[in-house]
């Protein structure tokens, strides 16, 4: 069974990502590179990650957020973070990560953050 | 009086797993709660990889060896791997503003924020060991 399981789907020009499981060192960190690799190859640049299912990060799986992140600003995107579990947001707080990340408890607010 | 858990495992992260959740029912039978027993396994995992990536430089056929020391009010973890060590003073501070979009650097700074102690020592038969302590007393 895959360590984490990402879930596309689509709110006007934002794609949202609804991940569950683990973020990683090996291969959930390395779906998550690839899925937003394909999305930058396909233009759709506004991303949403739904991180509200997410049981376990390690220091590899916030990397990989920070990676995911820079990847699609460097491409002209934005990349953005909702439903962060206590442990992500405790995780984000003490690497200063959250003054980097626009972070939402909503998805609507989140999706009207794009426009 | 103290009770200890030893074992070795090969340089491969899906025995990362087996060891943290060993990690977690130590921590709870010392009475850590939910949320620092979560942390020590942060801590112990990130040792793991440590240890397997850079110490033992993914090389399954070297071992990393484990130890956990289970006394009443502490715990006190043990990784060895069999790389040649390095120095820790010259780790970028993963704080600095330069680097906060580093996707490494990391997970040493997630052992230190989670755990009392962290040391890095040499081991008289090769590798460095790296071991951490978590009191009762401090979670």
Request: charge should be negative; aromatic fraction near 6%.
């Amino acid at each position: 069974m895959a360590q984490l399981s990402i879930k596309e789907r689509e709110s006007g020009n934002v794609t949202i990502l609804d991940l569950s499981g683990k973020i990683t060192i090996g291969e959930g960190s390395v779906q998550l590179r690839d899925e937003v690799r394909k999305l930058l190859l396909a233009e759709k640049k506004s991303i949403l990650l739904n991180l509200g299912d997410v049981s376990y990060v390690d220091s590899s799986g916030i990397g990989e957020l920070v990676s995911s992140y820079t990847t699609t600003s460097n491409q002209g995107g934005h990349l953005k973070l909702l439903n962060l579990t206590k442990k992500i947001q405790d995780l984000l707080m003490i690497t200063k990560l959250l003054t980097v990340f626009e972070t939402f408890d909503k998805e609507d607010a989140a999706i009207a953050s794009f426009q | 009086m103290s009770e200890t858990i030893e074992l070795s495992i090969e340089s491969k992260y899906e025995f990362v797993d087996m060891v943290a959740s060993i990690s977690r029912d130590a921590a709870g039978r010392i009475g850590f709660d939910e949320d620092t027993s979560g942390w020590i396994e942060l801590a112990v995992r990130e040792a793991l990889i440590n240890a397997i990536k850079h110490g033992n430089k993914g090389d399954e056929g070297k071992p990393v060896d484990v130890r956990f020391v289970i006394e009443k009010e502490a715990l006190s973890v043990y990784v060895r791997d069999r790389g040649e060590g390095f120095d820790h003073a010259l780790l970028p501070d993963p704080l600095d503003p330069g680097n906060l979009l580093n996707p490494t650097g990391r997970g040493i700074f997630f052992m230190r924020t989670f755990m009392d102690e962290v040391e890095y020592l040499s081991h008289p038969e090769g590798g460095s060991v790296v071991r951490m302590y978590k009191g009762k007393h401090a979670s």
